[in-house]
């Protein structure tokens, strides 16, 4: 190797033996690609049958290593072509592996960390400290003294409730006898007493309750105190963090194959930066790449290890770039490729299903967001930049696919968002279910709430919960020709519109119990394409011309 292979050579792998195989298959299985900030077009790397093969042999040796198993997280692969070109690959990983940024024979970090080593030491050993405390004030005796003292005070609370209702049940029995017999005093003189009786039992409740307040009330006080400097530490934690993350933003730059270097930070259009931006494997390999004279030829992601609860990865399997962390950063790191390597394109075009002056409705693909996110993604609207603003009369997730309604101007976009709200816009999907189902409800009610921490997952709360209510009607129970397994296909059109509604009513015991087809995040365990729900029709009042209009997507699958 010349001394600039061998400046790299630790993170330049040769192809593994599995993968010559498929050398000459240059099946395109995925893409990875963003907005390039320089040109406004979309560049895209694939991912190939070799990328994939590579990807494969990889994650033999994770499966041997038992430190690799403890953890889930992202991994990836970079097909690239060095001097006199030949094939190599490199890996990352995503995050730390092993408690540890940097590992033998993977691509390193983003570079910037050193300019900052001295504020990030010293913000982790705050925030070490800030989390010590935070423990101790969160496993404080005190409450588990408070909850044990409520527990006797509720009952014998309830003890004296249901005595005082057995007594209170009797003193109306006898009111009522005493009131069929004629009025004398001792008539009145026997009621007198019923009334003191009751009177007497306040005063008891009362005496209970001070009582137990009296022990109750300085524990509460000790607890409320805790929670206070609780709530400030957590503040405190999250301005560190920020101002850690903010450092760590402007210190560390990505290079692209044009040879342009920027901060993290002035890459994103929003200008913030979720946790963990740049520590992904899809920017590591590609800087890496770039500031090393390297070509890439094909890419891919995989996840490996345990799954998190609310992303339900599946390990082994194939993903695309993240859309928060990564997809924005991909047009600029991929800029400066020659055509040769990149699918460079415009964003491919929607489908029109109905247009005048005062609205727009087209079939959205399942992938695409309806409207731009917080981190610039690409979106429905983002497609339709040709047009004039448009105003989205209601949203579809964005791995639903089908019928959107878009509004040309304000007072169009308030006439059906007034609809929307009114329920008198009538929404029809189709879903295929994973499984089979024994029985078919006409209609599924059930509370939805959502947890704050585990936006945007969605589930069944009868206290919490806001009400929901979906049609449902089984239209055919059939084997899928993708894996040949049974699936149920049913209609459901949702009288109320909550987040996620259609998912979890598909998803819970007390729904239909079988989750929609693809739908990982409310529990599918099977492999899919894509998640199987699709807005086929829309049936909704003209705001200009008051005519009934009904718009249909052509369920594509």
Known sequence: MSLYSEAIAHTLHPLPSCAKASLADATVTGWYGGVCPRSGRWLCLPRTRLSEAIAHALMQELAACEDCNREGKMYGVLLVKAQADELYFLKAFSGLLNGSSTQEGWVPPIPGRDRIAALELETLNALQA???????????????????????????????????????????????????????????????????????????????????????????????????????????????????????????????????????????????????????????????????????????????GPSP??????????????????????????????????????????????????LLAVNKPSGLLSVPGRYGQDSAIARLSTHSRLYPAHRLDQNTSGVLLLAKDAETHRALHQQFQQRQVQKVYEALLSGRLASVPDEICLPLWGDPAERPQQQVDWQRGKPSQTQVRLLRQERCEFDGVWRSRVELVPVTGRTHQLRVHAADAAGLGTPIWGDRLYGCPAHAPRLHLHAHQMTVKHPQTYETLTLKAPVPF
Not at 191 to 198: E, K, R, T, V
Not at 310 to 317: C, K
Not at 321 to 348: D, H, I, N, W, Y
């Open 130 to 304: 800030i989390k010590q405390e935070l423990i101790q004030l969160e496993t404080l005796s005190v409450r588990q003294v408070y909850h044990a003292e409520k527990l006797k005070f509720d009952y014998e609370l309830k003890q004296l409730s249901d005595l005082h209702q057995n007594r209170k049940q009797a003193r109306d029995r006898t009111r009522q006898q005493l009131r069929q017999r004629p009025e004398d005093d001792t008539v009145a003189i026997a009621l007198q007493a019923l009334n003191h009786q009751s009177q007497q039992d306040g005063i008891e409740r009362r005496n209970l309750k001070a009582k137990w307040n009296a022990v109750l009330h300085p524990l509460q006080q000790e607890i409320d105190r805790a929670n206070a400097r609780i709530a400030e530490l957590k503040q405190q934690r999250k301005s560190l963090s920020r101002q850690l993350q903010a450092e760590f933003y402007t210190a560390h730059h990505l290079t692209n194959f044009a040879g342009d270097s920027q901060p993290l930070q002035a890459l994103m259009p929003s200008g913030f930066l979720p946790t963990g931006t740049g520590d992904c494997c899809a920017p590591k390999l590609l800087h890496y790449a770039a500031t090393h004279g390297l070509t890439p030829i094909a890419l891919a992601e995989f996840w490996w």
């Open 309 to 358: 609860a609310r992303e339900h990865r599946v390990q082994g399997q194939f993903y695309e770039a993240c859309a928060e962390r990564c997809q924005p950063l991909m047009g600029f790191l991929l800029s400066g490729l020659s055509a040769q390597v990149l699918k460079t394109a415009a964003p491919e075009p929607l489908e029109i299903l109905y247009e005048d002056p005062w």
